[in-house]
């Protein structure tokens, strides 16, 4: 079977949530993995910072390089991209998971807070792209992958939160022009979204508590997914818009009652589909 061991992969947002799991899965493989997050101290309202990824990638069997880079800045994004070449010699994958998040009507949103979505989400994610490129089409296997949802446009996905769909679906218009651009270097570009709800600190602090929590699967659902797309070929899969549970059942696990202490029938559905 397909794994990273040896690959190297640059993950944004990595100190907690989705793209932890996503480190650790690789790590498991014995893959070097990026960890840009801007969490450097701990800090007592939100578990998690990028040292203390690094610690349990190496525990897990990987390699860990803890870069503090707020994506919101050419900077040091460009110094994160740069110390990651200069330790572990490339990337093969790039995983834009880093995203600002707040549902909120367009009367209550303040300027502030909609620059913030616009710039972690779709422009960080361009950014961090772009920086990646050069390195990427150097690799044997390159890999960019959006954390962002299929393009659903309609009006219900707009009206209620409508700041924050432009910034997310921002992403996934990466996602499309990207995949196409750089589809003669060979560099896959994919999107993977969540069926259901994930477990993270989003969920429990901003959008439904405990409630919410019960019904929502563990991030190693979108890990492991992540795992089947970066091990496939990158000229044979590209410009997708992939589910987590999707990817999955073609990959031949049929059992996903792992992810969840929930019935299937009770799990609660993620934005945008």
């Not at 040091?76 to 572990?88: D, E, H, R």
């Given at each position: 079977?397909?794994?990273?061991s040896?690959?190297?992969?640059?993950?944004?947002?990595?100190?907690?949530?989705?793209?932890?799991?996503?480190?650790?899965?690789?790590?498991?493989?014995?893959?070097?993995?990026?960890?840009?997050?801007k969490?450097?101290?701990?800090?007592?309202?939100?578990?998690?910072?990028?040292?203390?990824a690094?610690?349990?990638?190496?525990?897990?069997?990987?390699?860990?390089?803890?870069?503090?880079?707020?994506?919101?800045?050419?900077?040091?994004?460009?110094?994160?991209v740069?110390?990651?070449?200069?330790?572990?010699g490339?990337i093969?994958?790039?995983?834009?998971n880093a995203?600002?998040?707040q549902?909120?009507?367009t009367?209550s949103?303040d300027?502030?807070?909609?620059d913030?979505?616009?710039?972690?989400?779709?422009r960080?994610?361009?950014?961090?792209?772009?920086?990646?490129?050069?390195?990427?089409?150097?690799?044997s296997?390159?890999h960019?992958?959006?954390?962002?949802?299929?393009?659903?446009?309609?009006?219900r996905?707009?009206?209620?939160h409508?700041a924050?769909t432009?910034?997310?679906?921002?992403?996934?218009?990466?996602?499309?022009?990207?995949a196409?651009?750089?589809?003669?270097?060979?560099i896959?570009?994919?999107?993977l979204?969540?069926?259901?709800?994930?477990a993270?600190?989003?969920?429990?602090?901003?959008?439904g508590?405990?409630?919410?929590?019960a019904?929502?699967?563990?991030?190693?659902?979108?890990?492991?997914?992540a795992?089947?797309?970066?091990?496939?070929?990158?000229?044979?899969?590209t410009g997708?818009?992939a589910?987590?549970?999707?990817v999955?059942?073609?990959?031949?696990?049929?059992?996903l009652?792992?992810?969840?202490?929930?019935?299937?029938?009770?799990?609660?559905?993620?934005?945008?589909l």
């Amino acid at each position: 079977m397909a794994n990273l061991s040896g690959k190297t992969l640059l993950i944004t947002g990595a100190s907690r949530g989705i793209g932890r799991a996503i480190a650790l899965r690789a790590a498991r493989d014995g893959a070097n993995i990026a960890v840009l997050g801007k969490t450097d101290t701990p800090n007592p309202k939100l578990a998690g910072t990028v040292h203390d990824a690094v610690l349990e990638i190496e525990r897990a069997g990987g390699r860990g390089l803890a870069c503090v880079c707020d994506v919101r800045f050419e900077d040091q994004v460009n110094a994160a991209v740069s110390a990651t070449i200069a330790t572990f010699g490339g990337i093969d994958c790039l995983i834009n998971n880093a995203s600002a998040i707040q549902l909120t009507s367009t009367l209550s949103t303040d300027m502030k807070r909609f620059d913030l979505m616009h710039q972690v989400n779709t422009r960080g994610t361009f950014l961090c792209s772009k920086a990646c490129i050069p390195a990427l089409a150097k690799s044997s296997n390159p890999h960019i992958l959006m954390l962002s949802p299929p393009l659903n446009l309609e009006p219900r996905w707009f009206a209620p939160h409508l700041a924050y769909t432009i910034a997310k679906y921002g992403m996934s218009l990466c996602v499309l022009g990207l995949a196409e651009e750089l589809r003669p270097q060979g560099i896959a570009v994919n999107a993977l979204w969540p069926r259901t709800v994930i477990a993270t600190a989003a969920v429990q602090n901003l959008l439904g508590g405990d409630p919410a929590m019960a019904r929502a699967r563990s991030p190693e659902i979108v890990a492991d997914a992540a795992h089947v797309i970066l091990t496939r070929p990158s000229r044979e899969f590209t410009g997708n818009f992939a589910l987590d549970e999707d990817v999955l059942l073609a990959a031949g696990v049929s059992d996903l009652s792992g992810y969840s202490a929930a019935p299937q029938d009770q799990l609660l559905p993620d934005l945008f589909l």
